[in-house]
């Protein structure tokens, strides 16, 4: 049976990966846009769902490199990275340029963020770049 210390660090791990993914959600769309038809946007709108599906077997590097190419020309690609945290996307699929070890990893700086006395927002720097993006600014 499980002691009230370890249910106590469960709701702790737990709280503290829902705050980290408040925050990145408010980092990467802090107008709440996804909660719109942004797919109609999406540079991916015409390929197979298949493109984005990577999963251990070969050509997994080409087919990841080839995914992210497309994402990279995304004009909605924040939205989309969000969308996969917030709905915790399997995790061979590429979404928003990341796929789902990349999105674990970068949700785990983020958690560890919280316990830096002095921190940047720890994915300030990560947050990806898209060719909108360089037109914009
Ligand atoms: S970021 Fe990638 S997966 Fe997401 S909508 Fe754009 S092209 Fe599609």
Redesign the pocket.
Same mark, same amino acid.
């Given at each position: 049976m499980e002691s009230n210390e370890q249910t106590g660090q469960k709701k702790s791990a737990r709280l503290r990966r829902q705050t980290a993914i408040a925050k990145i959600l408010d980092d990467l769309d802090p107008t709440g846009r996804r909660k719109r038809n942004w *797919?109609v946007e999406?540079?991916?709108l015409d390929?197979s769902p298949d493109t984005?599906y990577v999963d251990g077997s070969s050509g997994k590097d080409e087919k990841l490199q080839k995914?992210k190419d497309?994402?990279r020309t995304?004009p909605?690609?924040k939205i989309?990275?969000a969308f996969a945290f917030e709905n915790d996307t399997h995790d061979y699929y590429?979404?928003? *340029?990341m796929i789902g070890s990349e999105r674990k990893a970068m949700l785990g700086r983020y958690i560890a963020g919280f316990d830096e006395t002095v921190a940047a927002p720890p994915a300030e720097a990560e947050i990806i770049q898209t060719d909108s993006d360089q037109a914009v600014a």
């Open positions: *797919g999406a540079a991916c390929e984005f995914a497309i994402c995304c909605v690609a989309c990275l590429v979404m928003g *340029g």
